[in-house]
């Protein structure tokens, strides 16, 4: 139904219909969530599945005009601002999180190192390969780039990925959070995300530099602002929120921080990057110690506003999503990236984890761990929607391996390595797979 006639029918003034539609997404992600738990699955799937019900994959197939009623067009872009909030909100925690700490042993070091670079490196190759092999199926008035060079790097660095959020909430259902098998899945993890990342920003680096003035513009432009928070804004934030200070407390720490992401973000973007980049980069850099001693509840505040506003984030990409549109090409491209997707995550885990001391069983647990991909994923393919570095179809069978890879990963975790009560206090989590010390 054309845009025009559902804002006629429906009749009321733009605030109400905006309202309207943030009810039904925050409901079905409510709803969904619960589901999800019940069938021992992480909440956040619940939210994305909900996000693609909403969408035109299943109420364009219903009467009455669902899809464009219940989340009227009008109020998408109010939505999508709303999503991108959360998105900067959500990334400041997982920057905040970011810490190898609770891995100090060498060995422990080399079987990060090795594990991580392997299962980060062999799904790489073979999404640029895909990419390469794919870019005549896709649609190129959708893409901004010209070739296939674009396209393939990005499915290198969407399939490289690894959910961390996703996985700690696994790791902590499954009383596997101190486990060793949990300290280095959650280790790997954030090394994976952390070089996917770069590799992210490299290739946003190349599809939007017109050459190589801009290209050198940009890297540079990059690596000052990386400098500024490590040498000025790190230390900055160290002597401001010192609770020695009389100033000291959960308000100005709270306004503080908020104020810093959101500013970081509005610098990557200037620079050409995306605001994720920036929020991820100010949440590694905020001192943990001041944080903990003067206002330890402020960060968790933060992070439950960006999980109020994550479904939306979630609605926003459901409504790309469109499976009955994907044909027997789209078939072909989502089982063709959820095989490269799992063969090049199980692979290289697996091959790294026995070559560094694991058991079959431990080796066997870490390359299912590892293949979560969850809500990262999704934010990296939307930055890719954007970029214009894949079509609707591609970004459509991404999505659905990312749920796919998500939802497969408690289930046979629990046939590898059953669930067990949470560790005692005190139980070592910094000894490598297998070590008898």
């Not at 540079?220 to 000025?232: D, G, M, P």
């Not at 995550?345 to 390359?367: D, M, N, S, V, W």
């Amino acid at each position: 139904m054309p845009t025009h006639r559902v804002l006629a029918q429906a009749g009321a003034p733009p605030t109400a219909r905006f309202l309207l539609a943030l009810a039904v997404v925050l409901a079905v992600a409510f709803a969904l969530s619960r589901l999800a738990r019940r069938v021992r699955q992480p909440a956040v799937m619940g939210e994305i599945v909900g996000g693609i019900l909403l969408g035109p994959s299943l109420l364009s197939l219903l009467p009455g005009h669902l899809e464009t009623r219940l989340v009227p067009p009008s109020t998408l872009p109010s939505l999508h601002l709303l999503s991108q909030l959360g998105l900067v909100l959500f990334m400041f925690g997982v920057g905040y999180q970011f810490d190898l700490g609770h891995l100090r042993t060498p060995s422990a070091k080399r079987q990060v190192a090795a594990v991580s670079l392997t299962s980060v490196a062999l799904p790489f190759g073979l999404g640029v390969g895909l990419g390469y092999g794919m870019h005549s199926w896709l649609d190129q008035s959708e893409l901004r780039t010209h070739g296939p060079l674009g396209p393939a790097l990005f499915l290198g660095a969407a399939l490289s990925i690894t959910a961390f959020p996703v996985l700690a909430r696994i790791l902590a259902e499954r009383g596997l959070y101190k486990d060793p098998l949990g300290a280095l899945s959650l280790a790997c993890a954030a090394v994976q995300d952390f070089l996917a990342w770069c590799i992210l920003a490299a290739v946003v680096v190349v599809v939007r530099a017109s050459g190589p003035w801009p290209l050198a513009r940009m890297v540079l432009e990059s690596a000052l602002l990386l400098a500024a928070l490590v040498l000025l804004v790190r230390p900055g934030l160290a002597w401001l929120l010192d609770p020695a200070r009389p100033w000291a407390g959960p308000a100005l720490t709270h306004a503080v921080l908020v104020v810093g992401v959101l500013l970081t973000a509005v610098a990557t973007e200037e620079i050409g990057l995306h605001a994720v980049f920036g929020a991820f980069a100010f949440g590694a850099v905020v001192p943990h110690r001041h944080i903990d001693e003067s206002a330890p509840q402020v960060p968790e505040r933060i992070e439950q506003t960006s999980l109020l506003l994550l479904p939306v984030f979630f609605t926003v990409t459901g409504m790309s999503v469109d499976v009955s549109g994907l044909g027997a090409r789209g078939l072909v491209m989502t089982g063709a990236v959820v095989v490269a997707a799992c063969a090049g995550k199980f692979t290289g885990a697996f091959g790294a984890a026995r070559l560094t001391g694991a058991t079959p069983r431990e080796a066997t647990a870490l390359g299912v761990l590892l293949n979560c991909r969850g809500l990262t994923e999704l934010v990296i393919l939307n930055v890719g929607l954007g970029l214009g570095v894949i079509d609707t179809r591609l970004f459509t069978a991404m999505v659905l391996m990312a749920v796919a890879t998500t939802l497969m990963t408690g289930p046979l975790l629990e046939r590898v390595r059953p669930s067990r009560p949470p560790a005692p206090r005190g139980t070592p989590a910094d000894r490598p797979l297998h070590d008898p010390a």
